[in-house]
């Protein structure tokens, strides 16, 4: 897309998506090399990914693992999956696990919580 700034007009490529990435960065490379000012969105994130170092976002089983990057608060995650069923294990090390939220009900006033 075209974006508009102070210093003028760019280009915008955006392919943070899984089947769009190639194709992305192909845009990316032929725009810059034609001399046109242009701007690759998530551009880090993509290195990641063609250098197979990308976090990716593991969903817990029931959520379709799509726009979930609120899951992951305070970093930068742009794909998401489920557990496969088959080789679990295998791809248990290379997890980072957040810590788990466990709810509570507040207390009312006066009353304290039993420990």
């Known amino acids: 897309m075209v974006f508009h700034s102070e ?19 192909k845009f990316y490379l032929a725009i810059h090399h034609a001399g046109y000012p242009v701007y690759m969105d998530d551009a880090g994130q993509l290195v990641d990914r063609f250098r197979e170092t990308e976090k990716i976002g593991i ?14 608060p305070g970093e930068k995650v742009i794909d998401f999956m489920n557990l496969p069923f088959e080789r679990t294990d ?11 939220f466990h ?8 009353e304290q919580q039993d420990g």
């Open 7 to 25: 210093s003028g007009y760019s280009l915008y490529v955006a392919g943070s998506s899984e089947g769009r990435t190639v194709e992305a960065v």
């Open 90 to 100: 295998e791809m248990l090390p290379y997890c980072v696990w957040q810590p788990l």
């Open 103 to 110: 709810p509570a009900l507040l207390e009312r006033e006066g």
């Open 59 to 72: 969903m817990p089983e029931g959520v379709i693992p799509r726009y979930c990057s609120t899951w992951f």
